[in-house]
């Protein structure tokens, strides 16, 4: 006679669910305290971007191709 073996299963699950929401609630608490400690970010500039001018950038190679043709006239 097994009869209970599943109710006592299907318990332990819910308990697990139970405990794993409430960790989850508690990791949520502390990263809204965590964001919150930080604060806003300042107004101004963002300094991901600081220092970027719109339109065409220099490329990052312009020495290493300056070198190859000076190299190529050389010949």
Not at 1 to 17: D, G, I, L
Not at 24 to 45: C, F, H, L, N, Y
Request: proline share 11%; hydrophobic share 25%; net charge positive.
């Amino acid at each position: 006679m097994n009869r209970s073996r599943p109710t006592h299963n299907k318990r332990e699950r819910e308990r697990a669910k139970a405990e794993k929401q409430k960790q989850k609630a508690a990791r949520r608490a502390e990263s809204k305290v965590r964001k919150a400690s930080v604060g806003p970010r300042p107004a101004g500039e963002d300094p991901d971007i600081a220092g970027i001018v719109p339109g065409p950038q220099p490329s990052p190679w312009a020495d290493e191709l300056d070198d190859t043709s000076e190299d190529e006239s050389n010949q």
